[in-house]
């Protein structure tokens, strides 16, 4: 599995999209990031709405950031976004703990 730069502090939002390859759709780069970073650099902290929004928290700096699939409807649902939210909001909508 390809390696991708850890998050930097002046990114707040990922997106991924659809790219072509080889005559097929397929997910993008920025999607595949976001994969990469959530399954080995951030750590989950927290789900909602039955896993299609997920929470997890970076530990370099401890930024707290939203997993989201925003065209959910598709198979599989579509390409991820990563958003970086607010203790405050992360600890309300995901019931943690104040700290």
């Known amino acids: 599995m390809t390696a991708y730069p850890a998050l930097g502090p002046e ?11 080889d005559g097929r759709r397929t997910l993008d780069e920025v999607d595949r990031r976001i994969f990469w970073l959530v399954t080995r650099r951030l750590v989950q902290r927290g789900m909602a709405h039955g896993g299609w929004e997920q929470l ?18 598709l ?9 970086c939210v607010a203790a405050l909001v992360a600890r309300e909508k995901y019931a943690l703990g104040a700290g």
């Open 75 to 83: 198979h599989g649902g579509g390409p991820r976004r990563l958003e």
């Open 56 to 73: 997890y928290q970076d530990p370099r700096d401890d930024r707290y950031w939203e997993l989201t699939f925003p065209e959910g409807s």
């Open 11 to 21: 990114e707040h939002r990922l997106v991924g999209g659809w790219a072509e390859r």
